[in-house]
């Protein structure tokens, strides 16, 4: 079944038009082997972004589409139900060139968004480290200036996209001066110094390489600096707020997907001479799933008007992101339920499905520290109203 979409424009739905076609064609045909493979679809990315849409939400001048988030998000959700890996890969991407859109200078803006928007170039985001994961600000990655330039030294944990990405966006440490210590980068792949650890074996999104990146004395020039010293954990926020609704996408595309399966399977499958679909444990298993999804779809688009129209949104993007993952997980799980047997094994896809929400609830701040930021946003209004 297609989800109806409420689309602003006329070049957002071709847009729709474009990415169906795209994951009929090269996404989702190829989505089980390679994930049974653990092929990374490289080529995928050039092609979605010689098609335009690996710069959805940024400027024309600079190779993107110019078009709203509450229209890009809704192409991560449809890519994402065709192959996460593919969808979330699409986020992290649209994550690491946010600093550079946003904060970098004229002339970096020229010199690397066409590159990074085009499909020539894939990033990667480091934040994380091994012992430095939902408290950011704690990394301990150093940049020290000198001789015309910054040293990197440190190690980034579970990177997506690491080893083999074209750029990596990279937080790190100019001061010992808490979060106002930290900074932001560009690297370029094949810098001197950096290098890569095996690739993580993961449950799921076999197909998304996750690696540490290593910084072993390497070199920046002074314009590798995004923003100024100091200002990296504030773009590093700006920048998870964005990709948190990314995620969030995602984990609606991921459950339509499992949904429409069960949905599927169960108008098809007889049991005791009836449809199971017209039993109602069944049919109302299905109905809740229906249900989740579409508050789920609403509230990451609610989020996404927020940011469009220019006003705050991080507290909506965290509870879009705690809401739509863990509803992922949750449809995911009866999905399984729904095929019984048949779920449990690779001939169907919600096993994979049921796999990759898992990782959804874990990525771009867990849903505990989703669940921080939204109680920390609660006592600050309180607070303002004297309660």
Known sequence: MTVERVLPTGDAHDLLDLVRDLIGKEVAPRASADESAGRFPREVFTTLGRAGLLGLPYPEEHGGAAQPYEVYLQMVEELAAGWLAVGLGLSVHTLSCFPVAAYGTAEQRAALLPEMLGGEWLGAYCLSEPQSGSDAAALTTRAVPGDGGYTVDGVKAW??????ADFYTLMARTSADGARGISCFHVPAGTEGLSFGAP????????????????????????????????????AMAALDGGRLGIAACAVGVAQ???????????????????????????????????????????????????????????????????????????TTDAVQVLGGYGYVEDFPVERHMREAKVLQIVEGTNQVQRLVIGRALAKEAGKAGL
């Open 159 to 164: 990177i997506t996209h690491g080893g083999v």
């Open 200 to 235: 993580e074996r993961k449950m799921g999104m076999r197909s998304s390489p996750t690696a540490q990146v290593r910084f072993d004395g390497v070199r920046l020039a002074p314009d590798a600096l995004l923003g100024s010293e100091g200002e990296g954990f504030r773009i």
């Open 257 to 331: 997907a499992a949904f429409e399966t069960a949905t599927a399977y169960a108008a098809e499958r007889h049991q005791f001479g009836s449809r199971i679909i017209d039993f109602q444990g069944v049919g109302f298993m299905l109905a809740d799933m229906a249900t989740q999804i579409a508050a789920a779809r609403a509230l990451y688009l609610d989020a996404a008007r927020l940011r469009d129209a220019g006003r705050p949104y991080g507290t909506r993007a965290a509870m879009a992101k705690l809401f739509a993952t863990d509803m992922c997980m949750k449809v």
